[in-house]
C-alpha cells in the first residue's frame, strides 16, 4: 500500500516562508513523478508543482519564482519550499505520487495514482 503524509503547513504572515514535506510509506518515489496540488475555499484543486524521477521541476505560473520542489531519495521525500507567500496562496496542499513510471502531463490530476489527505497553509496580512 502507497501512503503519503505532507506536514508543515501552518500560520504565516504574508512574505514569510514554509516549508512542506511529503514522506511516502510502502513503495519509494524513486522512478514516479511527484506533484503538489492545493484547493482553497470555494475553488477546485489546482497544480502547483511537480518533480520527475529525473529531476525535471514544473511550477504553475502563479507560483514561480517563489516556490521550489525538490526531493531526497535517501529519506524518500519530497520538500516544497514556500517563499514569499502571498494571501492568495492559502489553501490545502496536497502531495501525490504518479500512476506509472511513465506518466502524462504533471499538471493533470489524472496523472496521479496516490494522495496524501493534506496540510493548511494559511497566509495573512
Known amino acids: 500500500q502507497v501512503q503519503l503524509v505532507e506536514s508543515g503547513g501552518g500560520l504565516v504572515q504574508a512574505g514569510g516562508s514554509l516549508r512542506l514535506s511529503c514522506a511516502a510509506s510502502?513503495?519509494?518515489?524513486?522512478?514516479?513523478?511527484v506533484g503538489w496540488f492545493r484547493q482553497a475555499p470555494g475553488k477546485e484543486r489546482e497544480f502547483v508543482a511537480a518533480?520527475?524521477?529525473?529531476?525535471?521541476?514544473y511550477y504553475a505560473d502563479a507560483v514561480k519564482g517563489r516556490f521550489t520542489v525538490s526531493r531526497d531519495n535517501d529519506r524518500n521525500t519530497v520538500s516544497l519550499q514556500m517563499n514569499s507567500l502571498k494571501p492568495d496562496d492559502t489553501a490545502v496542499y496536497y502531495c501525490?505520487?504518479?500512476?506509472?513510471?511513465?506518466?502524462?502531463?504533471?499538471?493533470?490530476?489524472?496523472?496521479?495514482?496516490?494522495w496524501g489527505q493534506g496540510t493548511q497553509v494559511t497566509v495573512s496580512s
Open positions: 518533480i520527475r524521477s529525473s529531476g525535471l521541476i
Open positions: 501525490a505520487r504518479s500512476r506509472s513510471f511513465y506518466p502524462g502531463s504533471p499538471q493533470l490530476q489524472d496523472t496521479y495514482a496516490y
Open positions: 510502502g513503495r519509494t518515489f524513486s522512478g514516479y513523478t
